[in-house]
């Protein structure tokens, strides 16, 4: 199996890492119009050629775009323009706006809609790593607009990186995605403005960050060149799940300036039953 | 050395089993108002032996005093009514209060007022671990006001646990923490709450968590009997830092609604800047 790799950024990259470990591709044919980060590729062997775009196509079997959520809404239409009986696969962080971007394409069949739920901080060739995607969940959206053959090769192929499937369809994906990873995106960015801002000390941000603080910024490190069009494509989502974030950061503001002790134990011992949700629920 | 440690939860448990080990004390004296907490620390071997607290100081060279912040400010005055040259060390969160309510106590020389920066999300026995310390900073407030024995001892107990010592007053020292861990926490709370309310399907929760939202949220898992006392001893700082996190939240929203993506990368940018300090500002 030949697969062309779009984006050869930490997905694409450790997609390519790992479908070449296992097996299930033969050969990883590299795209990106970054010319460092095809270097950077090629030279830490994420891939074995590179390749334009067109060509990549033609010479693949399953062509996987890799890229952020505002290129996939141009470069998919152009994709399947081209495409013949290859299957494409985007791993965008939102769903709605690239599924319009083909709902009506004759050839939006050989298209599955996918977001494998897994990442770090870091980005571009040299952060893709083994075993990213191990035991992670993978959403399919949409997929009654896939062809069966389609989704049966996206199907084995998530399972040789080890992803059980769920489904659902792109309003759904990004009204989840909306409540469980954006909003945690936002509240560890302005979590690091709020520091740097206040804390003009670095030494002591520093030495503090043991406290707490190391873990809930983590995602701050994120590249705005992925962050910044999901917010924007998941505008309304975005916005909903963060007013009410927002009021429950008021809420907490009350209880403390009142020094209410009851509020506050009840509002932490709420919090505190996302403790069994992340266990395990089922 | 024979050490007691008053509050057999994560912190003191943690510290009893790492002085055990590495010899620093000969025999750790465990005291706890929870006699459940007393019986599985001692089936733990956590600790030798239980005693109540003022027999523990009797028979002590050190007292840690592990326990709530709201409860170190009434046990501590009481302990240095019954001391004698033994040691007395708190590792709260907070140190304004703490300071000030033995500020004029005629044995305050024997009290050092520490603030090891290292915490896992568990609390009670069963969450002491070993290491827990290792490589992360402690800090001593108010040094001038300890004996210099009392500071040479609390050192080389600290050095035994593989701890920097940074100096602060507890002024400082209070501003600082609220700026980098307690608003952490609080921006934890909030965000468990808010997922919580809107995604009523836990086991989406469970699935898109590795999008992020389980390294933020981690915090979230701490306990009210640790964190309402500190929100309500540091209001004031923590009020201040919170104002701050809303406001910037505020501006992202902003930004987000106007689908202004100049500013959005200009804020992730800025955000992004805390990898510089993370990694080692020295």
Redo the contacts between chains.
């Keep these: 199996m030949r697969i062309s790799v779009v984006g050869l950024g930490l997905i694409g990259g450790s997609m390519a890492l790992d479908l070449k470990k296992n097996g299930f591709a033969s050969e990883i044919i590299g795209v990106d119009i970054n010319e460092k980060h095809c270097e950077e590729a090629l030279s830490i062997k994420l891939v074995d050629r590179i390749l334009p775009i067109d060509l990549a196509l033609e010479q693949s079997d399953i062509m996987i775009l890799a890229i952020p959520v505002q290129h996939i809404v141009k470069v998919l239409p152009e994709v399947l323009n081209m495409v013949k009986s290859q299957v494409i696969i985007d791993v965008g962080?939102t769903k709605q706006l690239t599924s319009e971007s083909v709902k009506h394409h004759p050839s939006r069949g050989n298209f599955v809609a996918t977001h494998p739920?897994?990442?770090t901080e870091f980005s571009g060739p040299t952060a893709a790593i083994n075993n990213l995607f191990r035991s992670?969940?993978v959403?399919f959206c949409d997929v009654e607009l896939s062809s069966s053959e389609a989704l049966k090769l996206v199907s084995d192929l998530y399972f040789c990186l080890g992803m059980p499937i769920?489904n659902m369809n792109s309003q759904e994906h990004d009204l989840?995605?909306a409540?469980?990873?954006h909003?945690?995106?936002?509240?560890?960015?302005?979590?690091?403005?709020?520091?740097?801002?206040?804390?003009k000390?670095?030494?002591?941000?520093?030495?503090?960050?043991?406290?707490?603080?190391?873990?809930?910024?983590?995602?701050?490190?994120?590249?705005?060149e992925m962050?910044?069009?999901i917010?924007?494509q998941n505008?309304e989502n975005?916005?909903?799940?963060?007013?009410?974030?927002?009021s429950?950061?008021?809420q907490?503001?009350e209880a403390?300036?009142t020094?209410n002790?009851e509020a506050?134990?009840d509002?932490?011992?709420?919090?505190?039953?996302?403790?069994k949700?992340?266990k395990?629920?089922?």
């Design positions: 962080s739920m897994a990442g992670k969940a959403i769920i989840h995605a409540y469980v990873s909003i945690s995106h936002i509240s560890s960015f302005a979590l690091a403005l709020t520091v740097l801002k206040k804390e000390d670095a030494q002591n941000i520093f030495n503090l960050a043991s406290g707490g603080f190391d873990s809930t910024v983590r995602l701050a490190k994120s590249s705005p962050w910044t069009p917010f924007t505008a975005v916005l909903n799940v963060l007013d009410t974030y927002i429950e950061l008021i907490i503001r403390i300036e020094q002790t506050l134990n509002i932490i011992s709420e919090a505190n039953k996302i403790r949700i992340l395990d629920p089922r």
